[in-house]
């Protein structure tokens, strides 16, 4: 099966190479965020020009990150593909629905505390993480 | 959708990985479609019958039993 061996290599190879940039580009992006939140107050003590620039590479950043997870989801099979659309579907929607009575929770005085978007970012991880792993053992 | 697969693998002697890099897949897609747990889709089933050079029909058939 030589040809089918090389087939292998190049799927395999295919997959690894953008599950590395996707890594890549993840880090590059949570690094750069950091930097945008933090560095104003302890680095350059919110020098606006450093701020603005440190937000547009955090951006740039975070728009390739969008392209490396594009490929790598254009890279998988059909079936891995089914698996994580369904779980991106499934955390969209919880979060969504989740997401706007959490917000309402406040505005009609049930917690007094301020809802924080990054609550909201830890369901959805979660929410997406659960999904993919049923998914896979659904399809096992 | 019941298919031939996991029959007509283990007369050529190839394991599930070898299919998967063949059919350029994974192979838990592979093991999925054997177990009947997931149905390819009609370029994927196209190309397992050009693989095994046999058509669709070969491999893949409906459960329900026609008249």
């Known amino acids: 099966m030589s040809k089918q061996e090389h087939d292998k290599n190049n799927y395999q190879i295919k997959n690894s190479a953008n599950t590395v940039k996707l890594r890549n580009w993840t880090i590059a992006w949570v690094v750069t965020m950091a930097i945008a939140a933090f560095a104003p107050k302890f680095i350059w003590d919110f020098n606006t020009s450093l701020t603005i620039i440190a937000l547009v590479v955090n951006l740039g950043i975070g728009f390739r990150m969008l392209i490396a997870n594009r490929a790598y989801l254009r890279g998988l099979d059909e079936m891995q593909q089914k698996i994580l659309l369904e779980a991106m579907a499934l955390a969209l929607g919880i979060g969504l629905v989740v997401g706007l009575s959490y917000e309402l929770l406040e505005d009609i005085k049930l917690i007094t505390f301020q809802p924080e978007i990054a609550h909201l970012v830890i369901l959805m991880g979660i929410t997406y993480l659960i999904a993919v792993i049923s998914g896979h053992r659904k399809y096992q | ?67």
């Open chain 2, 1 to 67: 959708m019941k298919n031939r697969l996991k029959v007509l693998r283990a007369e050529r002697d190839w394991t599930q990985a070898q299919l998967a890099s063949a059919l350029e897949v994974s192979r838990q897609t592979i093991n999925a479609i054997e177990k009947g747990k997931f149905d390819p889709s009609l370029p994927l089933a196209f190309k397992a019958a050009r693989l095994f050079n046999l058509s669709i029909e070969d491999i893949f058939h409906d459960e329900v039993e026609t008249v």
